[in-house]
Nanobody, 123 residues
Framework: QVQLVESGGGLVQAGGSLRLSCVAS????????VGWFRQAPGEERLFVAT????????YYADFVKGRFTISRDNAKNTVYLQMNSLKAEDTAVYYC????????????????WGRGTQVTVSS
């Protein structure tokens, strides 16, 4: 069992930065891939980025490439999402998810979810 807790969301002006954290419980965290997803009001939950268990596999959605960076520190059971050059359209609740698979592109593959953290970007 893996429990995930996100933090780091908040209100930021367009062009600003935020760093989200996803802290996991459980001793098998390093064997799980982690994905970040986001959901804006009235919209589907979308894939943002994913990282493999040892950090070797990393993928991003096209709409965040070059602006967001995913990383992990298995010693701290934590995955980060550094978000730079934020835009108003990045406003959403951001969720992290974990799975016993190489990466997570599809929310259906996620086995564990956090409760999310709100990111609001003012224009």
């Amino acid at each position: 069992q893996v429990q995930l807790v996100e933090s780091g969301g908040g209100l930021v002006q367009a062009g600003g930065s935020l760093r989200l954290s996803c802290v996991a419980s459980g001793s098998t965290f390093s064997s799980h891939s982690v994905g970040w997803f986001r959901q804006a009001p009235g919209e589907e939950r979308l894939f943002v980025a994913t990282i493999g268990g040892n950090g070797d596999l990393i993928y991003y959605a096209d709409f965040v490439k070059g602006r967001f960076t995913i990383s992990r520190d298995n010693a701290k059971n934590t995955v980060y999402l550094q978000m730079n050059s934020l835009k108003a359209e990045d406003t959403a609740v951001y969720y992290c998810a974990a799975a016993d698979s190489p990466v997570i592109f599809n929310r259906a593959r996620a086995q564990y979810w956090g409760r999310g953290t709100q990111v609001t970007v003012s224009s």
